[in-house]
């Protein structure tokens, strides 16, 4: 897989101008990306933007990777507020056939 080389070059642009790290990547707005004279790289800053607030890897936004996305499972929990001495009641949502 070979690196993105728009991507590096919209990297190299962004640290040229100070946006070196994702803190200050982050919070970049369309006005600040029009004054620095980065209107070109705009579709890039906003994946990379997308991938930093995603908890998504830079390195896989950088070869257009992706990471699987985890399952979500749903757990049982015990809703047990103790006044069912220890008996335990479990929030689970089953449907019957008579209502």
Do not use: C
Request: charged share 35%.
């Amino acid at each position: 897989m070979a690196i993105n080389k728009s991507k590096i070059k919209t990297l190299e642009k962004l640290k040229e101008k100070g946006f070196d790290t994702a803190n200050k990547i982050r919070p970049l707005e369309m006005e600040t990306v029009f004054e620095n004279g980065l209107e070109n790289e705009l579709r890039n800053i906003i994946g990379l933007k997308k991938a930093i607030k995603a908890n998504h890897s830079e390195l896989a936004w950088l070869l257009d990777g992706s990471d699987p996305k985890p399952e979500k499972k749903e757990e049982q929990t015990n809703a047990d507020d103790g006044r069912t001495a220890g008996r335990g009641i479990y929030s689970e949502a089953f449907e019957t056939e008579r209502y």
